[in-house]
């Protein structure tokens, strides 16, 4: 299996999670939970970084940090193992905590880190019993869904402010920040000094309760650990380390991006029909394959995919995407036709 590509630098924002061992909780109750919490005060203080936002789930944790060294390697490493152990002790138990090793995401902050961090701290209320279940979420991306009810809305948003372990309510104004989360940079880039910006934050995060949850940022990530703009892409380029045979990532990215018009000729070439005879045949497989080049190959924005084929809503190229990636792991045809045109237009994926 391929391994993540590695970018570690001074200034670099990044998403980091970890999931507990076969799902299973890493928090069995406010004690283990309270012991995070300080590791990650001793995180902040003992390898120097920024810790912008946090939330910790039963069986995973999420992060928003900044580093002011590159040593993110280590950092996250003395945090899972130093916390591992620490449960195990408690707990009489034996084995890994986490499943494997953390993930890490790089972060274009400016463009992307008020997004995120409302996406983290919507994670207490992303389940089925409040109606943001996995399942809810498909139709919400699919525009499917009804509106919430006000009973929904009332008991997601006292659900949100009363989650003790996450940023938000220092964010909202709700408690008192400890000194070892930022929250000033994040509310910055909402707009409005300190006290306008926790209440202009607190309606941005909170609308998504009350109109659906927006659809998640992972639908834009380049390579599974890059969230941001080719420009910001382009910048980190000479900056990717380790073996590119071990990271196939790093000689994808560090080639040119396709042309969506070359995608769309060699989609007619292979299917021997015109784009304009099958791009707005809802389902059709011909069409799902010029958005999912569009995304995996091209690198386009789901918004810009959207507008350059005629749709409405960006939430239906992310569904179209995802129905591709499926039939394309079921049907033996359609894998030929995908890479029939992965030849004509010369890339490897």
């Not at 000689?251 to 060699?266: T, Y």
């Amino acid at each position: 299996m391929a391994r993540p590509i590695r970018i570690e630098r001074a200034g670099n924002w990044y998403h980091i999670s970890a999931r507990g061992n076969e799902r299973r909780p890493i928090f069995w109750d406010d004690r283990d939970r309270q012991r995070f919490c300080g590791l990650l005060a001793e995180l902040v203080a003992r390898f120097n970084l920024v810790l912008h936002a946090f939330v910790l789930m039963d069986n995973h944790y999420h992060l928003l940090l900044e580093l002011r060294e590159a040593n993110l390697s280590r950092a996250m490493q003395w945090l899972n193992v130093s916390y591992g152990v620490w449960f195990n002790r408690r707990h009489l138990r034996v084995g890994h905590l986490f499943q494997g090793r953390y993930h890490g995401v790089i972060v274009e902050a400016p463009v992307w880190g008020l997004r995120l961090s409302r996406y983290l701290h919507l994670n207490p209320v992303r389940v089925a019993r409040l109606g943001q279940g996995k399942r809810a979420q498909r139709s919400i991306h699919a525009g499917v869904s009804d509106r919430p009810t006000v009973s929904q809305v009332r008991e997601r948003i006292e659900k949100l402010r009363t989650y003790r372990w996450s940023s938000y309510r220092a964010y909202a104004g709700l408690a008192a920040a400890p000194a070892w989360l930022e929250c000033a940079a994040v509310l910055k880039l909402g707009g409005g000094g300190q006290e306008t910006g926790r209440r202009k934050y607190r309606t941005y995060v909170e609308a998504a309760l009350r109109e659906g949850l927006q659809i998640s940022p992972w639908e834009e990530l380049r390579e599974q650990v890059v969230l941001g703009s080719a420009g910001f892409l382009a910048g980190l380029r000479r900056h990717w380390t380790g073996d590119t045979r071990e990271q196939r990532g790093v000689a994808r990215l560090r080639a040119q991006s396709v042309d969506f018009a070359e995608v769309i000729r060699s989609v007619e070439r292979v299917k021997g029909a015109r784009w304009d005879a099958f791009r707005d045949r809802h389902g059709d497989p011909g069409r799902d394959l010029v958005l999912y080049l569009g995304r995996k190959a091209c690198g386009l924005k789901l918004d810009d995919l959207a507008q350059r084929v005629g749709l409405r809503e960006y939430a239906a190229v992310a569904v179209a995407v995802k129905r591709f990636t499926v039939r394309l792991e079921r049907s033996g045809w359609l894998r030929a036709q995908y890479q029939q045109v992965l030849r004509l237009l010369n890339v490897k994926m």
